[in-house]
């Protein structure tokens, strides 16, 4: 069972996992950009984290049932694609949900 799991601890998957806070240190361009103060961007935010509470228990039962690979797989992409929208997002509420998606991740 380990061997398979020996994979998943690399620092690829640790770069998926960081990529989900990177956007804390930008928060004051967005605030600038999209022309939202900081109490809608931390409630923005909060989509995040509540994203990743809803989706943390389940993924890793998920992890439990079928091979660790799939959820890591389905998480890395997910994580990837939000990414990717995030930085194309030009509205408060398309930001939002994103880091939602991300946050389920």
């Given at each position: 069972m380990y061997e398979k799991l020996r994979w998943s601890f690399r620092p690829t998957t640790l770069s998926f996992y960081l990529c989900r806070y990177s956007?804390?240190?930008?928060?004051?361009?967005?605030?600038?950009?999209?022309?939202?103060?900081?109490?809608?961007l931390a409630a923005a935010l909060s989509m995040l984290?509540?994203?990743?509470?809803?989706?943390?228990?389940?993924?890793?039962?998920?992890?439990?049932?079928v091979d660790a690979w799939r959820p890591l797989l389905v998480g890395a992409v997910m994580a990837?694609?939000?990414?990717?929208?995030?930085a194309l997002a030009s509205d408060l509420k398309l930001l939002a949900l994103l880091l939602l998606v991300n946050g389920l991740a």
């Amino acid at each position: 069972m380990y061997e398979k799991l020996r994979w998943s601890f690399r620092p690829t998957t640790l770069s998926f996992y960081l990529c989900r806070y990177s956007i804390l240190p930008l928060l004051p361009s967005i605030s600038a950009e999209l022309g939202a103060g900081y109490d809608e961007l931390a409630a923005a935010l909060s989509m995040l984290y509540a994203g990743y509470a809803l989706a943390l228990s389940p993924s890793g039962l998920a992890a439990a049932v079928v091979d660790a690979w799939r959820p890591l797989l389905v998480g890395a992409v997910m994580a990837f694609s939000a990414n990717i929208l995030m930085a194309l997002a030009s509205d408060l509420k398309l930001l939002a949900l994103l880091l939602l998606v991300n946050g389920l991740a």
